[in-house]
Every structure is written in C-alpha cells, then in structure tokens.
C-alpha cells in the first residue's frame, strides 16, 4: 500500500507560481511512474506532467513550459508551476502507478486555484 499526500496549493494570482508538493509513504521511485492529474469542475481529470522510474518527463498539452516535473532521492514529488492562468484553476492530484503490477494509487488532491 502506497499512500501520497499532496501540499503546497492555495490562490494565485494570474501570472504566478506555485510549487505543489506531493509525499509518497515509501521510496517507491524505483518501481512507480509518478503523474500529476488535475480536475476541473465539470471536466475530466486530465494528465498534467509524468515522470517515469526511469527519469523520463512528459506532459499535457500545451503544459510544457510553464509546469516542471521533479522528484529527489527521496519520496517527493513536485510540481513547479509558473505563469498560471485562470484555466489552471482545478484540484491537482498525485499519482503513482506501477504497470507490472498493476497497482495505482492517488493522493487526496489540492486545490489551486488562480484569480486576481
């Protein structure tokens, strides 16, 4: 059992940034893929940024740029986040999935929230 907690969202006004932090239980790194997700209200949860066990990034459309994926040798996650917009208000989720065994886990979310 695998459990994340996520921290480090709040307001924010259009063009700042924020970092969110996400602690997972155990250094599962070696074994898990680890995402950010974020839901909108009435919207889809969607990927935001990935980061494999193998250190390979990626993310969500038209993301790359502002948001920045990171991970230390420890157990945390985060989210570096810059030039927010409106659009980027939504509650933001960690992630951890382990494809060999078929195990996902998810945090309990934070909300962002990006208004003037």
């Known amino acids: 059992q695998v459990q994340l907690v996520e921290s480090g969202g709040g307001l924010a006004q259009p063009g700042g940034s924020l970092r969110l932090s996400c602690r997972a239980s155990?250094?599962?790194?070696?074994?898990?893929?680890m995402a950010w997700y974020r839901q909108a209200p009435g919207k889809q949860r969607e990927m935001v940024a990935a980061?494999?066990?193998?250190?390979?990034t990626k993310y969500g459309d038209s993301l790359e740029g502002r948001f920045s994926i990171s991970r230390d040798n420890g157990n945390m996650i985060y989210l570096h986040m810059d030039n927010l917009k409106p659009e980027d208000t939504a509650v933001y989720y960690c992630?951890?999935?382990?494809?060999?065994?078929?195990?996902?886990?998810w945090g309990q979310g934070t909300q962002v929230t990006v208004s003037s």
């Open positions: 155990n250094n599962i790194f070696n074994l898990y893929d």
């Open positions: 992630n951890a999935k382990w494809s060999l065994m078929g195990s996902v886990y």
């Open positions: 980061i494999t066990k193998e250190g390979n």
